[in-house]
């Protein structure tokens, strides 16, 4: 069966050819993209004075409708159907923002000598061995302040 061209030079895969991955891939994609772009367009001034005027036109409106019920069902609707939408769209954001953070301290980790390699795939470790390495660490750190402090002791001893 011939695939079709897309956009970006992908083809595009009939439903019965097993490519519903692709097609998953390219939905997931999208989003990625999508909510990118409303995140990046929703931190900006603009679109925080659009806000502002909407809701003053809100505001002004009730005097035309007598400050009824639906005039306030109408913004209570409104900013909760924005909100919901919202939050799927910030923790897809945070989510790959997570992510990139977590491959570039991945990727310094694997670069440096003498770490333990088992830091740069930390995440994937349980919430129990995740506490088990937190207390080592601690541990660690404790040991390493010890050190330093029997050592700066020792230091202003010599200059007495």
Known sequence: ???????????????????????????????????????????????????????????????????????????????????????FLIQNTQNRDALAVQLKLSELILAMKGVPNRFAAIEDLSDKELEALHNESRKHAERMLEHLNRRRASRAKGKS
């Open 1 to 87: 069966m011939p695939h079709k061209k897309l956009p970006g030079g992908k083809a595009a895969h009939s439903p019965g050819d097993g490519s519903g991955a692709l097609a998953s891939a390219n939905a997931r994609e999208w989003f990625g993209h999508f909510a990118q772009e409303i995140a990046r367009l929703s931190g900006k001034p603009a679109t925080f004075l659009l806000a502002v005027l909407v809701i003053g036109v809100w505001g002004i409106c009730g005097v035309l409708f007598n400050f009824s019920d639906t005039w306030q069902l109408i913004i209570n609707t409104g900013t909760t159907i924005a909100t919901f939408l919202m939050v």
